[in-house]
């Protein structure tokens, strides 16, 4: 032993799972299970989980858990599926569960974005499309939004109102003469704007207001004002068609609420009429699911739908469920694969499917105009594979944490490499592709580190305390005694994990 | 240790069970294949006139092809001629049964020259001629006996043994026009596991520890030495209603896997060169942390989870692995667990610094509310080799 030079290890630098057993370095682990490890170089064993809810109920079977930022508290909003139904229900506190809010048959996933405390609700399900797995949105589905209240989500958008309104001079005011034509917009609780409806002709006169009658109510309170829109004066003959007119909303011509079947004495001059409402007649009345959901920019973005699964739609802004079917359209270039994921990063939105980027720039005007960047023809994600960051959506200072087949990758407009699982790549690449609809990855700043839920139901931690690149990064996997299908994070620090029947 | 003959199958793209002719001819041919020349039956389903290989064409144009074969039999066709004894089906094969090893054997092609086609093999430099041996001894890397990978091209009751995989190539520069593979024979080596194995309890829940011991004061059984893993089975249903069995099994290098069997789900082939492979869904489980103890004569596994609301019988089956390194052969019934479900699903929160988890742990008609303190499953750290 007198030339024997002992081997002092006195840091663990965590999983190493890159080749052969033998390459392991030796400040790194051939193998761990269930550890953490602490702001020096300890070891500990990883923390207890407990329960979240104190209801009751508990909730079963959760397929998906999202944090839900609503205008009074951080919360979630959860998937269960049992029998074949999948239930989405809020989670206001631990004391508090509302709903099922929203229950659909084949719903296994949804995908999810909240905008002025509104939740937006996209059921999804996987389908094999030839040898593939492909996300899209359920057939004969819908987007959805929630209030965030406790009352039951609704199908977003709406149908234009319907039926024959009666149209009169009323009492002494001021028009401009002539033939014009009158609708109602119906807006909802949410902000909604339906297209015109009830259309009709009336010629008015100069000297008189103008009255309606008939004008259809539902009684429903979720539609809080009905708008009067009218044409200019029209030129003579008339055509007869009430629909593809330019409507302006009349200034002050508002019922506020469903349920008053009249509107009486509105004045105004065509000079008065400056808003211009024919757009909504282009809007979607129902929007079809998806399993893309982002915000870019205060509109939402929808993509791969039942039956078209590269073509994006882009609301308006700050009106997420105004979506032109004419130019509110952004197409990712088809190559048989559907688009799985979407995320703003410095003004640009990134789209992603399973193995290619692109992005696109809102320049001000119509989605469809948008300008088309190829980033990456080899990297992309799954429906899950964004780190996303507390509540907000996955960008975190200034680069995106993304789950690609190549490994997890730091992205800032490019994919850099080496990517940050560089350490465990054996064990990614092990990883069933077809299966990366599992795959979710949830970024927690506070205790410095990534959790990515794996395809068999485990968590890979990746502690970054020490430093986030390939080298500082610590990898260790956590298992539990139950499968493990979601990860959220809740009131800034709080790990939730979501668990299944397996 | 025995000596072991298996017949060809008539067809082997066909479902259509492996047909055995009664009357063969020219014993005497497979008398050399080691052992088999006392089941006639079974040569003669190896020489009947009217069976014939596979021919494979090669359009390629790239002077080479190569060709997979799988073989398959119904479980209750008699085609394992152990020792020279009267073949027996794949149903009766003896318990611990395991294959050590096996080979084709291919007939030299001017030694058969009474079938409709001659025995021909046209690989490397043969090219029909220029045999040196009566048999040519082939690859057979990759050939097991598989009975859990579930196929449109596996019904129900049978197993394959395969793949095999062939290359040829052309002898004269040339393209291949065709190969055919005709009157081969398989033949290899098995060995009986006796044991005296046990385990304890016979009852438990997901989660609960299981031990397994092997008596060995009979110097005639088997450590759990060459147990490569432990299978954990129990018939279920695919997400199309069709009636599959659930294996779960835990290796002794620590992973974990599942796999469907006796259904359609979800099974995944491929088809290249129109043949199809196998390729069970599966998922697997890092770094086994539901191995406790993994010795030659004690090994203590945590249940692990799979069995998704399943309440009863589970059977364990010991998988063998073949010493000399090949591939997996065999496998040893252990007994009959009795698994009662616990739904642990729920929403659960990581709690800083606690030293167990509480987890959901729902029995049947119990508290939908129920919860159990259960330790933190093994945590552990292995560090990479000093000084190696």
């Known amino acids: ?502 | 240790m025995g000596i072991l003959v298996i017949s060809r199958p008539t067809s082997i793209f066909s479902l259509t069970p492996a047909t055995r002719s009664p009357n063969g001819v020219a014993d005497g041919w497979w008398g050399q294949a080691g052992g088999g020349s006392s089941d006639a039956a079974l040569l003669a389903s190896i020489e009947a006139s009217g069976v014939n290989g596979i021919t494979y064409v090669d359009n390629s144009g790239t002077g080479s092809l190569t060709i997979e074969i799988i073989f398959k039999w119904n479980k209750t066709d008699p085609i394992f001629a152990l020792d020279g004894a009267p073949a027996i089906s794949y149903n009766d094969l003896p318990a611990g049964f395991a294959l050590n090893g096996t080979l084709i054997m291919v007939m030299d092609p001017r030694e058969n020259p009474n079938g409709p086609y001659r025995a021909t093999l046209y690989r490397s430099l043969t090219q029909g001629y220029n045999v040196g041996s009566e048999f040519e001894k082939l690859e057979t890397t990759g050939l097991k006996i598989v009975d859990d990978d579930p196929s449109v091209f596996i019904g129900a009751g049978q197993f394959i043994l395969g793949a095999l995989s062939l290359s040829l190539t052309s002898p004269i520069g040339a393209n291949p026009i065709f190969a055919t593979i005709s009157n081969y024979v398989l033949t290899g080596l098995y060995t009986l596991y006796t044991n005296d194995w046990s385990f304890s309890p016979s009852s438990a829940f997901v989660g609960d520890r299981i031990t397994f011991t092997a008596d060995v004061t009979n110097p005639a059984n088997h450590s759990f030495e060459n147990v490569d893993r432990i299978t954990f089975s129990y018939p279920t249903t695919d997400s199309n209603g069709a009636s599959i069995i659930r294996n779960i099994a835990v290796y002794k290098n620590g992973s974990a896997l599942s796999n469907d069997s006796g259904g359609g789900y979800p099974v995944k082939y491929s088809n290249s060169s129109g043949i199809p492979t196998i390729e069970p869904e599966e998922f697997t489980v890092e770094n086994g942390p539901y191995i406790i103890e993994w010795g030659l004569y004690v090994i203590t596994l945590i249940i692990p989870w799979g069995f998704e609301d399943y309440t009863g019988e589970v059977e364990l089956t010991g998988e063998v692995k073949d010493p000399k390194g090949t591939q997996f052969s065999g496998s040893v019934p252990l007994g009959t667990l009795t698994i009662s479900y616990a739904d642990t699903s729920g929403i659960y929160a990581v709690t800083p610094n606690k030293t167990n988890d509480t987890i959901y742990y729902r029995v049947l008609l119990g508290p939908v509310d129920a919860t159990e303190d259960v330790v933190i499953p093994i945590p552990s750290a292995k560090t990479g080799f000093v000084g190696g």
């Open chain 1, 1 to 502: 032993m007198r030339d024997h030079s002992p081997i002092k290890i006195d840091t663990f630098n965590g999983l190493w799972r890159r080749g052969a057993p033998d390459d392991t370095p030796l400040d790194h682990f051939q193998s761990c299970n269930n550890i953490k490890f602490s702001p020096g170089n300890d070891v500990l064993t990883r923390d207890g989980i407990g329960i979240s809810q104190s209801v009751g109920i508990p909730l079963q079977s959760v397929k998906r858990i999202y944090n839900y930022s609503t205008n009074n508290g951080n919360t979630l909003i959860v998937l269960t599926y049992v029998a074949g139904i999948g239930r989405i229900y809020h989670v206001a506190d631990a004391a508090t569960v509302y709903g099922p809010i929203l229950a659909i048959t084949g719903m296994t996933d949804f995908a999810f974005a909240s905008y002025g405390g509104r939740a937006y609700i996209s059921p999804f399900s996987t389908f094999l499309v030839g040898e593939l797995n492909v996300e899209k949105g359920l057939s004969g589905e819908f987007l959805y939004v929630y209030a965030g209240d406790g009352t039951a989500a609704r199908k977003a958008a709406g149908s234009p109102m319907t039926g024959n309104m009666t149209i009169a001079n009323g009492a002494a005011g001021h028009t401009d003469p002539g033939l014009h034509l009158f609708a109602f917009v119906r807006e909802t609780v949410s902000g909604y704007l339906s297209a015109p409806g009830m259309n009709e002709a009336f010629t008015t006169s100069a000297t008189s207001s103008v009255s309606f009658g008939n004008v259809t109510a539902s009684g429903s309170p979720l539609i809080v004002k009905r708008h009067l829109v009218a044409t200019r004066a029209l030129p003579l003959p008339f055509d007869g068609d009430l629909f593809n007119q330019t409507y302006y909303f009349v200034p002050g011509a508002v019922i506020n609420n469903d349920t008053d079947l009249f509107l009486n004495n509105i004045s105004f001059y065509d000079a008065d009429l400056l808003e211009d409402a024919s757009h909504l007649m282009d809007n979607y009345a129902e929007i079809p699911a998806g399993a893309v959901l982002c915000m870019y920019r205060s509109r939402l973005v929808l993509f791969s739908t039942f039956t078209d699964i590269t073509t994006g739609l882009v609301s308006a802004p700050g009106e997420p469920e105004a979506i032109s079917q004419i130019d509110g359209l952004i197409t990712f270039p088809p190559d048989g694969n559907p688009v799985t994921n979407a995320q703003e990063l410095r003004d640009i939105l990134y789209v992603m499917k399973r193995s290619k980027t692109i992005s696109f720039t809102d320049t001000g005007g119509a989605p469809s105009l948008w300008p088309m960047i190829l980033v990456d023809t080899a990297l992309g994600t799954g429906v899950h594979g964004i780190a996303t960051v507390l509540d907000s959506g996955g960008s975190n200072v200034d680069f995106l944490i993304i789950g690609t087949f190549q490994g997890v990758t730091l992205f800032n407009g490019k994919y850099n490499s080496p990517e940050l699982s560089y350490k465990v790549e054996s064990l990614w690449k092990n990883l069933t592709h077809k299966d990366w609809r599992l795959v979710q990855i949830v970024n927690a700043p506070i205790q410095k580190e990534l959790y990515i839920i794996l395809p068999n139901h485990t968590v890979l931690k990746g502690n970054y305390s020490n430093g986030m690149d390939w080298k500082k990064i610590r990898w260790s996997p956590d298992i539990y005694q139950m499968g493990v299908n979601t990860i959220a994070i809740y009131n800034i620090d709080q790990i939730i994990i979501g668990a299944d029947v397996f």
